[in-house]
């Protein structure tokens, strides 16, 4: 079967299943499998090896930063636009400029272009200048202010010997406070001016890719990139800083993908693939009016506003808006 009949084959899966935790009657087995298998792995575990990974081989010594200086301020940038790029940069390459595998999983059809909405009057340089210019530059600021504490007795320090199982609790509660610092400040920047000011960049993308993922304005990416704040008043480890930090830096990149399922090669050779875009979200993406949080998190279901991707659900939606109901 050739790329181009899978394609107008394809379909989402509907409807979008809520995490077991928030369904009744509870359901033990499911709530097990929501905190061991969708919230950790693969996904968790590859953020939590990649911060592991960059905190041994890739940061500076924490002795060497007790003080602000822009050497080793500017590696952690080169090292954190070095991880977008090849995550972004791979992904673009691959699904938009090569177009490897069609539109096979592609949640729009329609590719990203030129339009004047976009600064420099393109969709992918407008989110270049974003990432790299205010992204990046801000998670660095983060994560700077974050290694100064620690190097200064500021943030309390744990490591992991004699401190595992502590650890390992505060690991899954770091996980679960990352999904609701985002569903809860995304919410809060469709309020108002803050979303004239701010958020409107990010939507910008009704068809995003790889590179929209961190397209936001600085005053998003200030708020956007703050759940590590929490863990400066917690006695934590370093690496579960930086996760925080990856979570919002780099997952994005994969999230606003614009496929479903992305093919290491020819999909009609069978080659292996891993799943990408997040449907949920990219409801969100072309309605604006639904799907605030995320399915691991029970905000969209307390407002009325989670679209599982049915009919029936859509026309919720637009029922809500034609009433004037939030």
Sequence with gaps: MG???????????????AAPIFVWPPKPLGVLWFFGWKQFWPGGAMWLAAAWLCWRYATPDLASMERFEPGWIATIWLRNAGLITLLAGGLHWWLYRRRGQGTVTKFNERWPGESTRFMFGHQLWDNLFWTFVSGVT?????????WWMFANGHAPFRDFAGN?????????????WGNL???????????????????????????????SGISMHPIEHEVYMSSPVLL???????????????????SPALTHAGFERVWLGHVERGRPSFLSGDYFHQLHHRY?????GNTLT?????????????????????????????
């Design 3 to 17: 790329s181009t009949e899978q394609a107008e084959q394809w379909q989402p899966v509907v409807p979008i299943p």
């Design 138 to 146: 801000v998670s660095t600021g983060f994560e700077a202010v974050s």
């Design 164 to 176: 595992w199982l502590y650890l390992i609790v505060l690991t899954v509660f770091a996980f679960v």
């Design 181 to 211: 610092h985002f569903s809860l400040t995304h919410r809060l920047l469709h309020v108002g001016k803050l979303y004239d000011w701010a958020h409107a960049v990010h939507h910008r993308n009704s068809n995003p890719g790889p590179w």
């Design 232 to 250: 400066w008043f917690i006695p934590s480890h370093p690496v579960l800083v930086l996760t925080l930090l990856f979570l919002n830096l780099l």
């Design 288 to 292: 604006f009016d639904c799907n605030y």
């Design 298 to 326: 029970p905000i969209d279901q307390l407002l009325g506003t989670y679209h599982d991707g049915t009919p029936e659900a859509h026309a919720v939606m637009r029922e809500r808006q034609r009433t004037g109901r939030t």
